[in-house]
């Protein structure tokens, strides 16, 4: 066992340190250059955002050999010397930091299949994972064909946006279905490259702002300018109507008191002729 040798002021203490096998000093360097070998992929392909695809080796690596420490049935007992040894544990946060990375980002969504053997990692893209790449590469080189560097940037391109118009629609119907088939989410690398051709397709090129047709516009300005007229006519029209009809009812009403006066008069008429010839 070897001793460690302090020194303060005159006096001198040894502390004995239990020594680490050899078979956990190498898992404890193994996995240091797999963690770290996937955090600078991570941060090197962090922007377009890359990680799941290209990190995907070291990343899986990683849990291997982390796997690996945990399992260990050896005497040398390196799941207890290197992961419970201290507070601070520091090969459990780094694995707990490069397990966060991966699960946030959904990568295991670009996979159909991860697997270690023979100290190499071997990984197949899921079936519309690897459409969509397929997809958004049609796209890009639909929109490079189209059209020089310079002018992509310059706005609105016209031949970019007519021909290039079917290529964006397939790939936003395909990342559509693929949300919907995956609502918990899906693959970052995906949701970046979605981004990114809308970002180019809307803000920098300029294809979902159409021109405005002028025909529904001028039609609604027209209706609008014409409603007032149209809006007297009709009151012109119809307040004649009711004007006619209501002369009517009163010349009819004239009529109806005057033929109720008219009877009445007859009546008492006949009334005091009745009572004449009685007292006679």
Known sequence: MENLTLTGGLQTNSIPIEPIHEVCYAYMLEFGKASSAFVNC?????????VCEECVVHYETSVVIYNEIIQDEHSSKCKDKLLKADRIQILNQVYQNIHDVWNDARCSKCFSSVNYKNASVRYEKDNKTAEFVDQFEAMNICILNKSSTQSVHKGRNETICNRCEKNYKMLND????MSKESPEGICMDVVDMMNYTRQMWGSTLKCSKRPIDMVPIIVIAVIVLLMPVIFYISNRIYGQK???KLMKQKRMSRHAVNSLYSGQAGAHLHQDSTSARTNI
């Open 242 to 244: 009711q004007y006619r």
């Open 174 to 177: 395909l990342y559509r279905s």
């Open 42 to 50: 991570s941060v090197g392909y962090s922007r377009p955002f890359r």
